[in-house]
């Protein structure tokens, strides 16, 4: 099974900051891999797949990169709104898994 | 617009069992693989089933293989989960989620249902 490694676990960051998140996969997976945000009280929602493929509705100032086994989740100016729990997850062995998350605090 | 209504949590005692609903709309349901994933108490997100269009596939986590059973009625545009022979590791936030690519990843979210497994 691949084992998913987000990094840093914590992330606290000014308001207009720019912030940027890892996952490592512990083998390649081929850039199949998402990117969520989720907030208490609010449906968790889908950011990125196949490693940088916007979803539908997600603003600019996000960004998804990487190839082979990292990956970058990028917040370029960080709004009220960004301040959140973020997971990647690989779909491209058998189990899905998902990374343990980085939050993303108002420092 | 679409719509992942989740209902059936509560508390159980372990062994006990549990029936999970998610009420689908806004969107054709018999074109999507419908997923179950869960929030544990520490945060961390796992996916624990999932099931294809016509019902003819499905899949575990090898955690819940034997004791979980995901099922749909796509004429109701609805998605269960049986939960049997619960444990106290099940404890967790239930989401029923809509499968982007086929099977992976989940594009659409519930809000989720909380399940909660002690004595």
């Known amino acids: 099974e691949i084992v998913m490694t987000q990094s840093p676990g914590t992330l606290s960051v000014s308001p207009g900051d720019g912030a940027t998140l890892s996952c490592r996969a512990s083998q390649s997976i081929s850039s199949n891999l998402a990117w969520y945000q989720l907030k208490p009280g609010q449906t968790p929602r889908l950011l990125f797949y196949g490693a940088s493929t916007r979803a539908p509705g997600i603003p600019a100032r996000f960004s998804g990169s990487g190839s082979g086994t990292d990956y970058t989740l990028t917040i370029s100016s960080l709004q009220s709104e960004d301040f959140a729990l973020y997971y990647c997850q690989q779909y491209n062995n058998w189990p899905p898994a998902f990374g343990g998350g980085t939050k993303v605090e108002i420092k | 617009e679409v719509q992942l209504v989740e209902s059936g949590g509560g508390l159980v005692q372990p062994g006990g069992s549990l029936r999970l609903s998610c009420a689908a709309s806004?969107?054709?349901?018999?074109?999507?693989?419908m997923n179950w994933v869960r929030q544990t108490p520490g945060g961390g997100l796992e996916w624990v089933a999932n099931?294809?269009?016509?019902?003819?596939?499905?899949y575990y986590v090898d955690s819940v293989k034997g004791r979980f059973t995901i099922s749909r009625d796509n004429a109701e545009d609805s998605l269960s989960l049986q939960m049997n022979n619960l444990h106290a590791e099940d404890t967790a936030i239930y989401y029923c989620?809509?499968?982007?690519?086929?099977?992976?990843?989940?594009?659409?979210w519930g809000q989720g249902t909380v399940v909660t497994v002690s004595s």
């Open positions: 989620a809509r499968g982007l690519l086929s099977t992976f990843p989940f594009d659409y």
């Open positions: 099931i294809k269009q016509d019902g003819s596939e499905h």
């Open positions: 806004g969107f054709t349901f018999t074109n999507y693989w």
